[in-house]
């Protein structure tokens, strides 16, 4: 029973929030929280340290940034947003950064 509970949990956490994303809120989430350390606009490059978003739209599919944002690879310096961002605002950060996967020469 309790399975069945937390898989219905993890299906509504994961699958279809009941908000609509809005990639103009994420964009300035991404401006107060993330700029400091990634290339939020287009451009960047591919191999920078932070990625670029753009670069991260380009490689990483809708569900891998929002993991990479949630649970952050522990030994780099990714801050753990996780106590810090709504659910809503990760919605927004993830429509925000897939929206920037449009075709544009990237520096290598
Ligand atoms: C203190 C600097 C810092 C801040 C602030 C920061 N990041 Fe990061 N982020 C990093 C670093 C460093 C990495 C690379 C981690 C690695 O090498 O695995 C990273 C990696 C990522 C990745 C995975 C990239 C990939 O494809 O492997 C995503 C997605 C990401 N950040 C999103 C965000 C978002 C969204 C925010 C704002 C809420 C943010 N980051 C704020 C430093 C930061």
């Known amino acids: 029973m309790n ?18 994303a809005d990639a103009a809120k994420g964009h300035d989430i991404a401006a107060a ?10 451009g960047g490059a591919f191999k920078q340290i932070p990625p670029s978003f753009q670069s991260i739209a380009i490689y990483r599919t809708a569900d891998d940034i929002w993991q990479r944002i949630l649970s952050p690879n522990p030994h780099s310096n990714m801050p753990d947003t996780q106590w810090t ?9 993830v429509a925000y950064i897939t ?3 449009v075709p ?5």
């Open 33 to 42: 929280n993330c700029a400091r350390c990634h290339v939020i606009e287009k």
């Open 104 to 108: 544009v020469k990237l520096s290598p």
């Open 85 to 93: 961002l709504t659910p809503e605002q990760v919605q927004d950060l």
């Open 3 to 20: 399975r069945i509970i937390f898989a219905c949990a993890l299906a509504a956490l994961t699958a279809t929030p009941g908000f609509a």
């Open 99 to 101: 929206s920037l996967d």
